[in-house]
């Protein structure tokens, strides 16, 4: 949610003379260079023909191929992931992508004496939570509101709801709830100083 027309509209607003607005103001100046970074960051995907939501937030991500193959919901961040872009990455609302993911979309086939180069989309559903270092290979779902777990390698597609670890990745025997009702970034300090003072 942070692009700054966004923030702009939707401040918390406080009287002048108060405390809270002095607060508000120190926190939102404090933290101008990493909001002013993220939003050039999707402006700058968005030039290149990558479709991203306005509150989407971008990290530091490393991004190559086809921009116009990725797509990012509304209310979803990346952290500094990297995405090889050969086949289409969808990534739906509300998603959370962790610094340290590798979502990649292509690979060689090992049975084929040619080496053939192989390419598959990846789709990551509303509400799913890709943790610190996991690695999604082509191909794979990530249905809504998976967990992957920190480190884990994705080689199929998990249902909604599960949560898997590991290389290769496997479900746990627990799940998550079914309604899911939070933006992960509101919890980014740059919106929380706009929205919240």
């Keep these: 949610m942070a692009s700054l027309r966004y923030l702009w509209a939707h401040r918390a607003r406080f009287p002048i003379s108060s405390a809270r607005f002095y607060r508000a103001w120190g926190k939102r100046v404090f933290s101008l260079p990493e909001l002013v970074s993220r939003n050039r960051q999707r402006s700058a995907l968005a030039r290149k023909g990558a479709s991203i939501a306005e509150t989407a937030e971008i990290g530091q991500a490393d991004i190559q191929g086809r921009f116009d193959l990725l797509s990012i919901g509304a209310n979803s961040f990346l952290g500094r992931v990297t995405i090889a872009l050969h086949g289409k990455v969808q990534i739906g609302e509300h998603v959370c992508v ?6 990649l979309t292509a690979s ?26 996991a690695m999604l290979l082509p191909g ?3 249905g809504r509101g998976a967990v992957v777990g920190a480190r884990a390698v994705v080689s199929k597609s998990v249902p909604p709801g599960a949560i898997v670890v590991g290389n290769p990745a496997r479900p746990v025997p627990k799940s998550r709830c079914e309604e899911f009702s939070y933006n992960p970034c509101e919890f980014l300090a740059a919106n929380r100083a706009w929205l919240l003072g």
């Design 98 to 103: 962790n610094d340290g993911v590798e979502i």
């Design 108 to 133: 060689h086939d090992v049975t084929d004496p040619e080496w053939k180069h192989v390419v598959a989309e990846i789709t990551i559903e509303d509400y799913a939570w890709i943790g610190t270092g």
């Design 140 to 142: 794979v779902r990530i």
